[in-house]
């Protein structure tokens, strides 16, 4: 059997640097994947040694994107160490920001990093715009929606303008696509709908990055949550700016009931064949038993649950997204998670290391030990020995995959009313089994689906902030004593980011950083074999892939931005034949 090896480095679209390499059989199915992040993130060694409320600020730099996630996270491990519990207004206002991140998040995730891979931009010039008009009106009307995008006239608009760009030799960000792939399977109608949206989102995305700067002073990087609740006093009691934080709400959300959802359905639906099993029968897929499509992977799905819903401290309340695991796509049974059970292995990552490791007693001491430089001057990962920078996660001894799609299926196998009736409201308006969410097609509708809930339940949010705020409840902050609380404690603060499941831990010693670690979604997601050899989320995701064209990967890309990969950001030069550029000693114990 003849084998090729694919090497897809970087992988753009995404945040920060990633490397897949795949081997084909001489059907072009994939039959062996590994993933590899080619840049180190030590912001776990620069805390060593800070004032623990400090953290926050220094741990949100580990991401270019969810940088509030992180700082938030960072924040709630400290706030646990010390046993603060915040007042309510601080709970709500950190679940309007993050939740205002959620959905920024997801439509740019979809629309200008992963759309792409079902939309051929080229496509969409020889659409017939009346006929796009109607197609847009039939797949709004799946959503029960009018179309955000409405006459043919505005579609034709659009499409003059993207065909003036591409006389001129100016596609610009769309010019290095794989346009004409034969595994691009919408009509050119269906194409120029997903160019209108993809244009229409680059004007909705940034108000909803305003929403988050209206509680969180800015964006990225916002600057109001501190130890113990939140400093965004004056904006908490100005009903002009809970006013404004409703109406972009308002305004994004009907892009995403009348956009968003209905091309989900349009993708979902003309994909529909990568997204189940042939070999599966119908009863299989209707019950869900994790036979999986294209992408399908681990099919072990965990969520650390998130969104506190009433004001009961961490790990007690009620939360929007519960936590929990699921086993091998079984959505009958559902496990408690036990932070106890959480370790990271780094067999096949560039550090020091023998054996798992509980975040607690985690290290990262950098080990880089190359790549292989083979006879035809390309370079390649020493599969058999380390070959990435990210850490492999363990739950209970096994690799899980977490995500939006992970947190949708926790939450039927929940039994969670508000999850159930989004996800299976979705399935049914689409008439599609819940076998396809066990798919790169499923991954990325389950995102979706998570766009309106969260836009839905964020409506109630800030109404019952309003509401707090008008009884005469103003509090915003929990006092404590510094010096008694950090004497010598731990905490975590384990939660969701939009991306999965984001943990940080932190040890305190006499008032000072003893041990920090963040155990990240990516890190869960894009890990390399573990030591006993198994694979992560992305690399088994591409396992009996079919690649239509080796020079043109669409359906690795398509796969791997379906999780949407976010590496932390880290300045990094690579030479594209593994030509050594410089060695450089970094000073971890660096004292900004």
């Not at 796009?132 to 009018?146: F, L």
């Not at 940034?206 to 990225?220: S, T, Y």
């Not at 039994?415 to 399935?427: A, H, P, Q, S």
């Given at each position: 059997m003849s084998k090729k090896h694919i090497v897809v480095d970087p992988i753009t679209r995404i945040e920060g640097h990633l490397r897949i390499e795949a081997v084909i059989d001489e059907n072009n199915r994939i039959v062996d994947a590994y993933s590899a992040s080619t840049m180190f993130r030590g912001i776990e060694t620069i805390l060593q040694g800070r004032d623990p409320r400090d953290c926050g600020l220094l741990a949100m730099r580990i991401c270019g994107v969810c940088t509030g996630t992180h700082y938030q996270r960072s924040i709630e491990a400290v706030e646990d160490a010390f046993d603060i519990t915040i007042p309510k207004n601080a709970r709500i206002v950190r679940n309007l920001i993050q939740g205002a991140l959620y959905i920024h998040d997801h439509l740019v995730h979809f629309y200008h990093l992963h759309a792409l891979d079902f939309v051929d931009v080229v496509s969409a010039l020889s659409a017939d715009p009346a006929k796009?008009?109607?197609?847009?009106?039939?797949?709004?009307?799946?959503?029960?929606?009018?179309p955000y995008t409405d006459g043919q006239g505005?579609?034709?608009?659009?499409?003059?303008?993207?065909?003036?760009?591409?006389?001129?030799?100016?596609?610009?960000?769309?010019?290095?696509?794989?346009?004409?792939?034969?595994?691009?399977?919408?009509?050119?109608?269906?194409?120029?709908?997903?160019?209108?949206?993809?244009?229409?989102?680059?004007?909705?995305?940034?108000?909803?990055?305003?929403?988050?700067?209206?509680?969180?002073?800015?964006?990225?990087?916002?600057?109001?949550?501190?130890v113990g609740g939140v400093t965004c006093v004056q904006d908490i009691q100005n009903p002009a700016r809970i006013a404004l934080f409703k109406q972009l709400l308002k305004d994004g959300t009907k892009f995403i009931k009348q956009a968003y959802l209905p091309d989900v359905y349009m993708a979902g639906t003309m994909y529909a064949d990568e997204a189940t099993d042939s070999k599966a029968t119908f009863t299989e897929l209707i019950e869900g038993k994790g036979v999986g499509g294209t992408g399908g992977g681990l099919l072990n799905y965990m969520s650390y649950g998130d969104f506190?819903?009433?004001?009961?401290?961490?790990?007690?309340?009620?939360?929007?997204?519960?936590?929990?695991?699921?086993?091998?796509?079984?959505?009958?049974?559902?496990?408690?998670?036990?932070?106890?059970?959480?370790a990271e292995d780094v067999t096949h990552s560039w550090y020091e290391g023998s054996e798992p490791l509980h975040p607690y007693d985690g290290q990262t001491i950098p080990d880089y030990t190359g790549l292989d430089k083979r006879e035809d001057g390309i370079a390649y990962l020493k599969t058999d020995e380390k070959y990435s920078w990210i850490k492999s996660p363990i739950y209970n001894d096994t690799r899980v995959e977490v995500g939006p799609l992970?947190?949708?299926?926790?939450?039927?196998?929940?039994?969670?009313?508000?999850?159930?009736?989004?996800?299976?409201?979705?399935?049914?308006?689409?008439?599609?089994?819940?076998?396809?969410?066990?798919?790169?097609?499923?991954?990325?509708?389950?995102?979706?689906?998570?766009?309106?809930?969260?836009?839905?339940?964020?409506?109630?949010?800030?109404?019952?902030?309003?509401?707090?705020?008008?009884?005469?409840?103003?509090?915003?902050?929990?006092?404590?004593?510094?010096?008694?609380?950090?004497?010598?404690?731990?905490?975590?603060?384990?939660?969701?980011?939009?991306?999965?499941s984001l943990g940080h831990w932190v040890r305190v010693e006499n008032g000072k950083v003893a041990n920090y670690q963040a155990v990240v979604p990516s890190t869960w997601n894009a890990s390399p074999r573990d030591y006993k050899g198994r694979m992560g989320a992305y690399e088994a995701s591409l396992i009996g892939t079919i690649v239509a064209d080796p020079e043109q990967p669409l359906e690795i890309i398509r796969t791997i931005h379906s999780f949407d990969p976010c590496i932390a950001c880290a300045v990094h030069v690579v030479d594209t034949k593994g030509k050594e550029l410089g060695v450089y000693k970094i000073d971890t114990q660096c004292s900004i």
């Open positions: 796009a008009a109607e197609e847009a009106r039939k797949w709004a009307s799946v959503a029960g929606e009018a505005e579609f034709k608009e659009i499409q003059d303008r993207v065909t003036k760009f591409v006389k001129q030799g100016r596609l610009g960000i769309f010019g290095n696509g794989y346009w004409g792939n034969k595994h691009y399977k919408l009509t050119p109608e269906q194409n120029l709908i997903g160019v209108a949206h993809y244009l229409k989102a680059l004007d909705i995305q940034r108000d909803l990055a305003k929403m988050q700067a209206i509680f969180g002073g800015k964006n990225p990087h916002p600057q109001s949550i501190v506190r819903l009433d004001d009961t401290g961490f790990y007690k309340a009620k939360t929007l997204f519960p936590s929990g695991i699921v086993y091998g796509g079984d959505l009958s049974k559902v496990e408690d998670v036990d932070p106890e059970k959480i992970a947190r949708m299926i926790v939450g039927v196998a929940r039994k969670d009313e508000r999850i159930t009736k989004y996800v299976m409201n979705f399935l049914k308006r689409g008439n599609l089994p819940v076998g396809v969410l066990f798919s790169t097609v499923g991954r990325t509708a389950g995102r979706a689906i998570e766009t309106e809930l969260m836009a839905d339940a964020m409506v109630e949010w800030v109404d019952e902030l309003a509401a707090n705020v008008l009884s005469g409840d103003l509090s915003t902050w929990t006092e404590f004593d510094f010096e008694s609380v950090s004497v010598e404690t731990k905490g975590m603060g384990l939660a969701e980011a939009p991306r999965g």
